[in-house]
Nanobody
Framework: EVQLVESGGGLVQAGGSLRLSCAAS????????IGWFRQAPGKEREGVAC????????YYADSVKGRFAISSDNAKNTAYLQMNSLKPEDTAIYYC????????????????RGQGTQVTVSS
């Protein structure tokens, strides 16, 4: 059974940090790009960051560049999203997703998606 399980969300004050984890099972993790998306109430889903299957290429939304960092650990079948200098507008449910090899800006092009973890940033 394919699973992506996010963890690490929570409530943090503006300016604080969180590290989200995405634990994968049921597929060959090292062959998959991992993307993080987020969705806030009343807003469309937004691509946040992605790392290619090789780990050599990363992408970030302009809104998080310089504050967030994505990484993956093939030995642990886990991807991470380090979030620093958090802002209230970062409040959303964060989802990790997986697709073969390469990143895509479109969530619909990912094969797998986790249940999400809530991140709330207070002002």
């Amino acid at each position: 059974e394919v699973q992506l399980v996010e963890s690490g969300g929570g409530l943090v004050q503006a300016g604080g940090s969180l590290r989200l984890s995405c634990a994968a099972s049921g597929f060959t993790f090292e062959h998959y790009a991992i993307g993080w998306f987020r969705q806030a109430p009343g807003k469309e889903r937004e691509g946040v960051a992605c790392v290619s299957s090789s780990g050599g290429t990363t992408y970030y939304a302009d809104s998080v560049k310089g504050r967030f960092a994505i990484s993956s650990d093939n030995a642990k079948n886990t991807a991470y999203l380090q979030m620093n200098s958090l802002k209230p507008e970062d409040t959303a449910i964060y989802y990790c997703t997986g697709r073969l090899n390469y990143c895509s800006a479109y969530g619909s092009r990912y094969n797998y998606r986790g249940q999400g973890t809530q991140v709330t940033v207070s002002s």
